[in-house]
């Protein structure tokens, strides 16, 4: 089993910074990539940023140049750097992970339980 444990979350005002961080512990063979969904209230959950353990990146495009994606893959920890937050930045923030459990099965996503990002206008 994997848990993913979410930190980092918290109010700020448009246009300051926060950092969120994601630690994968567990029994498992091989994390894949990890990543940073969020859902706002009313809203779909969307992919806002992913890293692979080689460090491949994709990013929404709504949060590309503020934001940034690492991996600590020592740590299986992920990190998100934001910056010049905007109202519209304000959700829960999920963790996710690719994992593969043992070396004879399949990769399959898991997800922390999310933590509040509040921006203030």
């Known amino acids: 089993q994997v848990q993913l444990v979410e930190s980092g979350g918290g109010l700020v005002q448009a246009g300051g910074s926060l950092r969120l961080s994601c630690a994968a512990s567990g029994r498992f063979f091989s994390i894949y990539a990890m990543g940073w969904h969020r859902q706002a209230p009313g809203k779909q959950r969307e992919l806002v940023a992913r890293i692979t353990t080689r460090s491949i990146t994709n990013y929404d495009d709504s949060v590309k140049g503020r934001f940034t994606i690492s991996i600590d893959v020592a740590k299986n920890t992920v990190y998100l750097q934001m910056s010049s937050l905007k109202p519209e930045d304000t959700a829960v923030y999920y963790c996710?992970?690719?994992?593969?459990?043992?070396?004879?099965?399949?990769?399959?996503?898991?997800w922390g339980q999310g933590t509040q990002v509040t921006v203030s206008s």
């Open positions: 996710s992970a690719q994992v593969q459990g043992s070396a004879w099965s399949s990769a399959r996503d898991y």
